[in-house]
Nanobody, 124 residues
Framework: QTHLVQSGGGLVQPGGSLRLSCAASGGSFSGRVVAWFRQPPGKEREFIACVRSDGRTYYADSVKGRFTISRDNAKITSYLQLNNLKPEDTTVYYC??????????????????WGQGTQVMVSS
C-alpha cells in the first residue's frame, strides 16, 4: 500500500496563498487518481480536487478558480495550490490515491491510501 506524507499548510490571512504537498513512498501514482479532500470537525470528508493519470483535473465548485491541483509522477508528489483563501477554507486537508473510475472520483471511499492530514487556518 502506498504511504503518503503531506506537508505545507499553516496559518494565512484571508486572500493569502498556501501550497500543500503529498509525497508517496512504497508505491507510485502511475495510472492512479490523486485527490485532495478536506474534513471539517464533525463532518464528512469533502472532495476538493483530483487529477487523473492523463492529467485531467476536476474541482469542487467551492474552490474552482482558486485552487489548483497538479502531480509530478517522477517525484511521486502531488501539489494543491490554494489561492485567495477564505476563512471558510479553514480545516484539515487530506490527499488520497486510488484506482478510481470517473463516476466515483468525488467519493472518499474510492481512495485506498491517505495522507496524515494537514491543517489550514485562514484568519486575520
Amino acid at each position: 500500500q502506498t504511504h503518503l506524507v503531506q506537508s505545507g499548510g499553516g496559518l494565512v490571512q484571508p486572500g493569502g496563498s498556501l501550497r500543500l504537498s503529498c509525497a508517496a513512498s512504497g508505491g507510485s501514482f502511475s495510472g492512479r487518481v490523486v485527490a485532495w479532500f478536506r474534513q471539517p470537525p464533525g463532518k464528512e470528508r469533502e472532495f476538493i480536487a483530483c487529477v487523473r493519470s492523463d492529467g485531467r483535473t476536476y474541482y469542487a465548485d467551492s474552490v474552482k478558480g482558486r485552487f489548483t491541483i497538479s502531480r509530478d509522477n517522477a517525484k511521486i508528489t502531488s501539489y494543491l495550490q490554494l489561492n485567495n483563501l477564505k476563512p471558510e477554507d479553514t480545516t484539515v486537508y487530506y490527499c488520497g490515491v486510488g484506482n478510481v473510475i470517473l463516476s466515483q472520483i468525488r467519493r472518499s471511499e474510492s481512495y485506498t491510501s491517505w495522507g496524515q492530514g494537514t491543517q489550514v487556518m485562514v484568519s486575520s
